[in-house]
């Protein structure tokens, strides 16, 4: 009887242990479906950090860590904490341009003070057979769109005969100007015959002062070189341009007393 009592519990004993490895199973099953369909919803958003208005307005501080941008795309473009380098990420790898135009790979506990990004999956790619200038590229752009008034990511490959880009130069507490002012100050990096990558997105007009209207580039040397904001080329032979249109748009403020106590006072656009 004794013994038919412990073979009874020791039924038991198993019994629940079976049920609750089950029980784990199921949740990281569940877990993982989850995980997987997030990603899936996050690959038609395009995130940004901070405001465009508060970046005007001399919000150089932000508390968004690379590591966590990657968690919103493995593109996007921006600016480091107190415009310490552009930032251009490309294929999940986030760069920083410095104003001395050094490139080096933002670790994951960098602080960033502006950025868009988004998982890139593209839609549609085309070439542009032609030699174009830069101001000629968002016409082109504008005539692929399905309608201006989605959001868009794209990545252009080409090689360019002449290419001008812009740093940013880096500011320390307390800040006295804003972008108005340190934009057509910035220092400006110039080459020739060069191949690379062109991470771009646009916002449409009524996106207002929460981002940049209209497109906004920044560039990355195939050899990792050469890169910033881009501001005029000439491209040799086709560019061949990828598209992803987002229909999901969300952003995170920074938590901090520097944009708790920010004035918007001053508007100002540029691409």
Same mark, same amino acid.
């Given at each position: 009887?004794?013994? !038919? ?44 950090? !901070? ?29 480091? #904490? ?31 003070? /502006? ?11 085309? *070439? ?23 959001? /868009?990511? /794209? ?5 360019? !005969? ?5 740093? @940013? ?11 108005? @002012?340190?934009?057509?100050?910035? *220092? ?32 990355? !040397? ?20 990828? @598209? ?5 748009? +969300?952003? #995170? ?15 100002? +656009?540029?691409?």
């Amino acid at each position: 009887m004794k013994l !038919s009592k412990h073979i009874f519990f020791v039924f038991v004993t198993f019994s629940f242990i079976s049920c609750l490895e089950s029980s784990e199973k199921d949740e990281s099953v569940e877990d993982t479906a989850i995980n997987q369909e997030a990603t899936i919803k996050n690959t038609d958003t395009f995130y940004q950090y !901070s405001v465009w208005f508060a970046f005007v307005n001399k919000v150089f501080d932000g508390d968004l860590k690379v590591k966590d941008l990657k968690t919103h795309g493995d593109v996007g473009l921006g600016s480091f #904490d107190f415009l310490d380098g552009e930032l251009v990420m490309l294929d999940g790898i986030p760069y920083r341009i410095r104003e001395n135009g050094e490139i080096s790979v933002g670790e994951d506990m960098d602080e960033i003070v /502006y950025a868009d990004a988004a998982f890139f999956t593209p839609k549609d790619e085309f *070439p542009i057979e032609n030699s174009i200038e830069f101001s000629k590229l968002a016409s082109i752009l504008d005539e692929k769109k399905k309608s201006p008034h989605y959001f /868009y990511v /794209y990545k252009i490959h080409g090689v360019f !005969s002449h290419i001008k880009l812009g740093g @940013v130069p880096k500011v320390s507490p307390p800040f006295r100007y804003g972008l108005d @002012v340190l934009i057509p100050r910035r *220092p400006v990096f110039e080459t020739t015959n060069i191949s690379g990558t062109l991470v771009g997105f646009y916002c449409p007009d009524y996106i207002g002062n929460i981002n940049t209207k209209g497109h906004h580039f920044h560039f990355i !040397s195939d050899d990792r070189k050469w890169g910033g904001h881009v501001m005029d080329f000439t491209s040799i032979d086709a560019l061949i341009v990828q @598209v992803d249109q987002k229909t999901k748009y +969300q952003f #995170d403020l920074p938590s901090n007393e520097t944009y708790e106590n920010v004035k918007l006072d001053n508007e100002f +656009q540029y691409n």
